[in-house]
């Protein structure tokens, strides 16, 4: 498309020339993709040679934003995913050339700083990656492991006698405490190892098929076998077949699954610093909402896989999983001032909480807010180091951050102990904020960017893998940039300017997308399994007068719900859905609508953006008449009640809405989607990837909430015409989720990658030294430099 874009150049100056002076017109200094868009239609407006499908059109519909003065035109154009091209316009000359992202940088930076300079910090991480191998292709975005097997087999084709010594010298490290696994000293070249794998799977092939490892261990300890290889006769022979398969010819398939099957995992360390983290009563209290569901999920299912693992590998150990987040001494009513606590369904699950303190080494007893947590994340970080190692009386074998805070703590973490290092985002900031890096400063004293952003740097180039929830999450799609893209180039004016932030095509990222909790989040139809002892409760919550942390009632109970449930900040939009509803006259004589989120009361929010959609809440209840038509519960739902009211509110044939104007992952589409109630999501991130538009539910644009009424009518129209057809939504709903989204299958999937990354780690010395010291002067220099700016409590 460049070509194309270039040529035209050539062979128009005066049109391009006549575009380019329509933007300086508008006196603007930046210019998002959406207006160069629109300008650029109001442009070719009365113009014939000027059409949609021609090369400019093209160009500027691809275009992602715009820096212009009134001699230069800077744009950045992204031809398709994580693809970006850098042009400069030149008004004196009328040229057109590429430039480089510094200078595109440079230049915004001078539109926006009070004394620009050149002298400014430039983060790089490209010069450390030359030598690593880089995939090239969109499609392969978020399959690193399966690139780097690939990467490996061939290298190990082309090196046969170098790749069977990194597998042997692997398999001889692999041990818990002072018991040794897989193979002992007899074994100590390949070709011993060979003949020894020859020699056991003739013996056991002799064997009776009911035995174990226990009948054969003396045995195979003499050929030089430790346990780890299984449990039951044809599991010890398909694992050393495997190998043997591999040491005669290298396969990425064979190889995921040989070293799946190797016992390498035990412990697991989960940061999550911010918020309230605890198992009953938090949902709902500031910083706190999804992401704790998804950890108390998570290690569920973790649990339970890794116990099925060792159990399978012949081994006779408890695994164990520590959480790791803060201790907060004034907890409300919550148990977030206990200093350990159990995780209910679990044998050994433990939520470990470490105090943040002050420089005086005192305890800060209250809430603090996600982003003014920084100052104090160091020495949680140290002593969450001393708990965790107390705890477990070794190393973990895996430390995974969550969010911002949770990943620089993993990375300190991590980097210490010398183990594994796992970052899930949940959210990136960066996205959610208009201009968030280049008005940082504007920000700072609410936000601290400067921190939230040179920490997420630091934790996505240190981290060994990276699992993100969707594609859309990495790459976004070809009219939406994804979040950890958005980190490849960008400025903070004044503080650092980052050249290569992040690199979208390398192998260290994965989708492992998260489900519901089965249990929990199942279909409607399922009657038997049913929380039947929840249904006078959900109709009180629903139908009841207006009470405590209530407002509004629905006077026709027999109409469609219209359900949303978030927390009430302003990126969620609840707010904005509300006033959808009211605005339209058919959609509030068609249903109810019901929102659940924050609380009702401004004074009992201790967080500013939640106030201020409390206050606009209270407004539109007030000003569209809403009560009488729409319910607002300000009130916290256990996981039970929760999901008993997904399937009370699909049994009234209502709908779930996810407004929000951005969504990284959306548990709540799944949720929702798990109990068979249609869903309607927003298409910016996460459920974009999840419905599958028109066949498990619909995608909407939160920026045109008159066209989501309207669909919203539309759809229950025809779903009082034709029942099948909602019917047919839920039936797709709940075979999507299924499909795709389950904690079994994430479960596996994250235990595979930590054993596949923990071998390129040992193997391709990933934990490169170069990248490790850049990133701790920037740690030292940078971020902590920043931290220090924060007034502490």
Known sequence: MHVQFESYAKRYPETLYELFDHYRATGKNLLLGSELWDGYQA??????????????ADAIRKSQEASLSDTDFYVIIRPGVARWIYYHYSFDSKTLSTVSAAEFLAFKESLISESPSDRILEIDFAPFERDFPKMN?????GNGVEFLNRHFSSRLTRDLARGEELLLSFLSVHGYDSQPFMINSTISTVKELRRALVKGMDYLESQSADQQWSDFENTLRLMGFEPGWGRSRDGIIKTMSLLADLLEAPDHQVLETFLARIPMIFNIAILSPHGYFGQAGVLGLPDTGGQVVYILDQVKALEKEMKKRLFN????????????????????????????????????????????????????????????????LEHFSIEAEQAIVERLGRQPDLVIGNYSDGNLAAYLIAQSLGVTQCTIAHALEKTKYLYSALYWKDMEQQYHFSCQFTADLIAMNSSDFIISSTYQEIAGSDDVVGQYESYGSFTMPDLQRVIQGVDVFDPKFNIVSPGADADIYFPFTDQARRFVDRHDQIRTLLFGEAGENYRGTMQDPNKP????????????????????????????????????????FEEHSGDNEERQQIRLMHELFEGLELDGHARWLGTRLDKETSGELYRFIADKKGVFVQPAFFEAFGLTVIEAMSCGLPTFATRYGGPLEIIKNGVSGFHIDPNHGDRVAAGLSSFLQRCSSDPDYWQ????????????????????????????????????TKLERQETRRYMEMLYQLQFKHRAATIEQY
């Not at 039936?731 to 390129?760: M, N, P, Q």
């Open 561 to 600: 719900i219209i359900f949303s449930m978030a927390r009430l900040d302003h990126i969620k939009n609840l707010t904005g859905l509300a006033r959808w509803f009211g605005e339209h006259e058919t959609l509030r004589k068609q249903a109810n609508l019901l929102i659940v989120g924050g609380s009702i």
């Open 137 to 141: 292709q969109t499609r392969s975005i």
């Open 728 to 763: 047919q939504l839920s039936d797709g709903a709940i075979a999507r989720v299924e499909e795709r989204y389950t904690w079994r299958r994430y479960a596996k999937r994250l235990l595979s990658l930590t054993c596949i990354y923990g071998f390129w780690k040992f193997s």
């Open 43 to 56: 442009f070719a407006a009365g113009r014939q040679t000027q059409t949609e499908d021609s090369p400019l």
């Open 313 to 376: 590998q012949g081994l006779e150990i408890q695994p164990r999983i520590l959480i790791i987040t803060r201790l907060i001494p004034e907890a409300n009513d919550t148990t977030c001032n206990q200093p350990e606590e159990p995780v209910e369904g679990t044998e050994g699950v433990t939520i470990i909480r470490v105090p943040f303190r002050r420089k005086d080494g005192s305890v800060i007893n209250h809430w603090i807010s996600r982003f003014e947590v920084w100052p104090y």
